[in-house]
Structures are given as structure tokens and as C-alpha cells.
């Protein structure tokens, strides 16, 4: 496809229960971020990929958040024992650089609910 | 205080009119700023660059303030279409490659 691809589109877990959300980049991009937007927010962001290399996690809430990318293509962001406060939107964007003035390419994100 | 803060609005304004974004950052060492648009439950989309000499496409004019670390987005003779979220938007130098958003501007043009 052409652009960013996001799955699932919509994740309902009860409380407690482990989730993994995957993102597939536009092939070729070098550098894939995560991040997290609440309902009336921005996006905050969460991590920061270099083709395999994790450079930035800053941006984890919490070591119950947890990001992998092992062959520099598809993400995967993994949520041990979801709270309630992990409800938003996950948003996975890539960009073809890691030059400042390349532009990041967002997919349409992944809405968790934790009940 | 929030790295980027911005006016969440909302600003209702009536087709054809003149509206007007601000947004100031707090990281003097921020390298790149953006200008974002965020349609209800859609994904954000790169609106503009902003550049220090100021740069304009369309209807659209984004302004740079480095020494006052101020950035601004003008939207000339709004359309229906223009109804969305504009979020301002800032890329760390350094190690980190992140951009960091602001709560965005909520934008309503009515008829």
C-alpha cells in the first residue's frame, strides 16, 4: 500500500489484559515514531525508531509500554496489563529521512478502549 | 508548562473571513516547526513548513519568531473545507528526531 497501515483499527481490552498494536511503515522509510493522543489532545509522543534502532523512549508512560522494531520495517507496540488511562488513540508515523525537514506520514492510528 | 502551547479554541468564524493562529515553544533548541491539519477522528496531515523568512501557499501564510519563539498560521478568505484541527508543531535538534505537538487549534467555518 501506499501509505502508513495501522491494525486493529479499533481494540477494546478489559482491564489488565496484554495488547499489541501493530504499524506498518511506507517501505523504505528510515525513521517510524509512535505516539499517544487523548480524546481533546495533541499527539504525545511515545518512542522513536531508526530503521532497528530504538533511539528516543522518552515518551513510554511507563515500563508497562514496551516497542520493538527488529527488522528496521514493522513496528509493533506492546501495553502489559492495560489501565484505563491507556484509552486513546495510538498513532504510528514514518518518515523517508531523518533529516528535520522530512515529512512524517501518519497512519489513522489505532483507537484502544480498556474497560 | 506544555512545550508547545497553543489557543485550543474553538474559533468560529463565518466563510471569507480572516482567521489567525498562534502558537509559542519552549525548547530554544528546536530546529523545524510545522504547521499540522487534523480532521475529526482522522490521522494528522503536514499543512506547511514554516520558514524564518515567512512563507505562504495559497491562502495560507505561516510566520517564524525565533527570538520570540512564536509561531503563526493566517488562513485568508476561509472555506467550509478549512474546518479541522491545526496543530503547531516543533522538531528537537540533537540525538532526538521528535516532533512535538501542540493541543492544536480547533477551526469551525460556518456558512
Known amino acids: 500500500g501506499a501509505g502508513v497501515s495501522q491494525s486493529p483499527r479499533y481494540k477494546v481490552a478489559k482491564r489488565g489484559q496484554d495488547v499489541a498494536l501493530r504499524c506498518d511503515p511506507i517501505?523504505?522509510?528510515?525513521?517510524l515514531f509512535w505516539y499517544q493522543q487523548a480524546l481533546g489532545q495533541g499527539p504525545e509522543f511515545l518512542t522513536y525508531?531508526?530503521?532497528?534502532?530504538?533511539?528516543?523512549k522518552s515518551g513510554l508512560p511507563s515500563d508497562r509500554f514496551f516497542a520493538e522494531r527488529p527488522e528496521g520495517s514493522v513496528s509493533t507496540l506492546k501495553i502489559q496489563r492495560t489501565q484505563q488511562e491507556d484509552s486513546a488513540v495510538y498513532l504510528c508515523?514514518?518518515?523517508?529521512?531523518?533529516?528535520?525537514?522530512?515529512?512524517?506520514?501518519f497512519g489513522n492510528g489505532t483507537r484502544l478502549t480498556v474497560t | 508548562r506544555k512545550e508547545v502551547e497553543q489557543d485550543p479554541g474553538p474559533f468560529n468564524v463565518p466563510e471569507g473571513a480572516t482567521v489567525a493562529f498562534n502558537c509559542t515553544y519552549s525548547?530554544?533548541?528546536?530546529?523545524?516547526f510545522f504547521w499540522y491539519r487534523q480532521d475529526c477522528r482522522k490521522e494528522p496531515k503536514l499543512l506547511m513548513s514554516?520558514?524564518?523568512s515567512g512563507n505562504e501557499d495559497g491562502r495560507f501564510t505561516a510566520q517564524l519568531n525565533r527570538a520570540s519563539q512564536y509561531i503563526s498560521l493566517l488562513i485568508r478568505d476561509s472555506k467550509l473545507s478549512d474546518s479541522a484541527t491545526y496543530l503547531c508543531?516543533?522538531?528537537?535538534?540533537?540525538?532526538?528526531?521528535?516532533?512535538?505537538f501542540g493541543t492544536g487549534t480547533l477551526l469551525a467555518v460556518q456558512p
Open positions: 508515523a514514518s518518515s523517508l529521512a531523518r533529516g528535520h525537514n522530512s515529512p512524517l506520514h
Open positions: 517501505s523504505g522509510h528510515v525513521s
Open positions: 525508531f531508526q530503521n532497528e534502532a530504538q533511539l528516543d
Open positions: 525548547n530554544s533548541a528546536s530546529q523545524s
Open positions: 514554516v520558514y524564518s
Open positions: 508543531v516543533v522538531r528537537l535538534g540533537g540525538a532526538t528526531n521528535k516532533l512535538i
